[in-house]
């Protein structure tokens, strides 16, 4: 077992001290920074392969992360000692671009720290694990031939015995009871897709000897799958998941340089939600007056795909929402390449309902980006098929669409990758960035026209489906908060979900459950409201010159920070930096 406590600490600040020195004269701040920007990134992926190779860096295709005891802390001292570095720098002589990304840097590091040290996720979290290898990474995108990339999947499985006997070691001796059921479940989607999915993609290898090979590496990986399964299914458990409420702070200025207590950004919350829910009532009541707002959400969410056109009927949608960006000016589109949609892998279904998987920023030949949307599970029982399509009603469906492809998370990702960002800004991302753009996307189309052909009926459900996935995010903001600084268990948010967001036990209960493990899902609705907030002041401050599509261009076009430090690239006025919310 592995617990890092502060004794651990006296090499990681005896190599700290060692370090300290002299401010960097200051006409080579610049300079000093990108060197050991540079310096930083590569002992970060070495560290971190599996990261590498989702970026598109393929020196790691056949790498697999060491958990090991010695190799973990000397990871928090290299963490420590750049920390200490980063601040020998004259920051006053650093360039405003340079300067911003020195702050990114630094909070890459920090949120690092935070997540090894003081959330304990190799020895409290088993889904670390459980998540640590992605081989459909190396047969969804045809970045090399494909006995190449079969050869790295022989290496990889080889050592995933290695991986899970740490994994064991590492796991302190009690853990929470959620974290080990999500564990198990991603572990046999993991193993699953071993199985089933993985012969399948590589039926095309031509090579009898290869293929022999990796059916001994694939049945190896298999086996010590399964028996990280076997070891958290009998792996005593608790409930104590929650992050407490310095942590919570922690989580919240260290992730995304936010000073609010919890308190106030539960207070947040709650205004949101009444307000929101204010919106789905008079949306309803557009729709049929003479009936309850949640029994009229609940008619239009009837009007959903079958199982089997699911998937053919979001795609069929794909392209009248990416013309509608470009006919209403919302914002530029860098890339003629079109996302594909396909079922979500079913190794990725037990946390995901609908998700966006691009090719990494550095990724030169595979192109491919893959929307994915989660299908009905045969083994579910009629009623919890049918509350899962219910969500994936027409109106909604064309939300999600919105929210993964266009114009949120893909053409977020092209934006990205056109740009002239640094590797910091390409590799370094912010969750209220990120998922706020998506979400605040959402609205953004619909106060835009989209959904409105004419009829005000059709043009209320299009806005009840999308305040129902406001009411989504608000609820996991709410939730989050709750869960980890108010002692709730579970059950009470699965049934504040039910409540509050109008939907059935097996999804409500999907989105507690993520929340002991995603206690950052909050930032989904915090980042659309900082997005809102941001809009407003660079609106003001532009008057008539003011522009929706120069607002979200530079939105998109400035990497991936924090909402904080965008204000200061949108904003003149210095003082207005700091207002997030």
């Known amino acids: 077992m592995m617990k890092w406590t502060s004794g651990l600490f006296m090499a990681a600040l005896l190599a700290t001290s060692c370090h300290r020195g002299a401010k960097v004269p200051a006409p080579s701040a610049d300079s000093a920074f990108a060197s050991l920007s540079r310096e930083f990134i590569k ?19 056949t790498m697999v992360p060491d958990f090991g005891n010695g190799p973990m802390l000397n990871e928090i001292v290299r963490l420590r000692v750049y920390d200490s570095l980063l601040s020998d720098i004259d920051t006053g002589a650093l360039s405003p671009r340079n300067y911003r990304d020195y702050r990114i840097l630094h909070l890459g590091i920090q949120q ?3 997540n090894i040290v003081d959330l304990n996720a190799y020895t409290r979290n088993p889904i670390t694990y459980a998540q640590a290898v992605d081989l459909n990474t190396y047969v969804k995108r045809d970045f090399a031939p494909l006995e190449y990339r079969l050869g790295c999947i022989i290496k990889v499985e080889r050592q995933l015995p290695f991986l899970f006997e740490q994994a064991k070691r590492n796991l302190e001796a009690t853990l929470p009871k959620p974290l080990i059921d999500m564990a198990i479940e991603v572990a046999k989607g993991s193993e699953d897709f071993l199985k089933r999915d993985l012969p399948v993609a590589l039926k095309d290898v031509k090579s009898d000897a290869l293929m022999h090979v990796f059916a001994e590496s694939n049945a190896e990986a298999i086996k010590a799958i399964d028996g ?19 942590n919570y702070r922690k989580m919240l200025h260290n992730v995304e340089l936010i000073d609010l207590s919890p308190d106030s950004l539960l207070a947040i919350g709650m205004r949101e939600l009444k307000r929101e829910q204010g919106v789905f009532q008079q949306a309803a009541h557009i729709i049929n007056p003479n009936k309850p707002a949640v029994e009229v959400y609940k008619d239009m969410e009837k009007e959903h795909p079958s199982a089997d056109s699911l998937i053919p009927d979001t795609r069929k949608h794909l392209e009248g929402i990416r013309q509608f960006l470009i006919d209403h000016k919302i914002c530029s589109l ?3 390449v079109r996302i594909q949609v396909k079922e979500t892998p079913p190794y990725a279904r037990s946390t995901s309902t609908a998700s966006c998987d691009v090719p990494g920023p550095f990724e030169t030949k595979a192109t491919e980006a893959y929307y994915y949307v989660t299908p009905v599970d045969a083994r579910w029982t009629p009623q919890q098929k049918e509350d899962w399509l219910a969500m994936f009603n027409y109106y909604t469906t064309d939300v999600v669409t919105i929210h993964e492809a266009y114009p949120g998370h893909y053409v977020q990702f092209t934006h990205l990758k056109a740009s002239d960002g640094s590797d910091v800004e390409k590799i370094f991302a912010s969750y209220a960035y990120v998922e706020g ?3 605040y996307t959402e609205r953004m189309m619909l106060d835009e026209g989209y959904g409105n052909n004419g009829d005000p009926v059709t043009a209320a459900k299009y806005r009840l489906a999308q305040s129902g996935d406001a009411l989504l995010r608000i609820c996991r903001l709410c939730n989050s908060i709750m869960l980890h600084t108010k002692g709730i268990s579970v059950d009470s948010a699965t049934h504040f979900f039910m409540a509050n967001w109008y939907q059935g036990e097996k999804p409500s209960n999907l989105e507690a459950l993520r929340g002991t493990f995603d206690p950052g899902y ?6 659309k409201l900082e997005i809102l907030k941001l809009r407003a002041d660079y609106q003001q401050q532009e008057g008539a010159g003011y522009s929706l599509k120069t607002f979200n261009d530079a939105m ?11 204000r200061e690239v949108l904003l003149k006025d210095k003082t207005k930096w700091g207002e997030v919310l």
């Open 43 to 61: 002992g970060y992926l070495d560290w971190r392969p599996q990261a590498g190779v989702a970026l598109g860096y393929h020196q790691y295709d």
């Open 112 to 114: 690092e720290l935070f």
């Open 228 to 246: 990280y399964i076997q070891f958290l299914a009998k792996h005593p458990a608790d409930d104590h998941f929650a992050l407490g409420e310095e």
């Open 334 to 336: 860098p890339s003629d």
């Open 437 to 439: 753009w998506a979400h």
């Open 522 to 527: 909050l930032f989904y609705t915090v980042g």
């Open 556 to 566: 998109m076009d400035n990497g991936q920070p924090p909402i904080r430090l965008l």
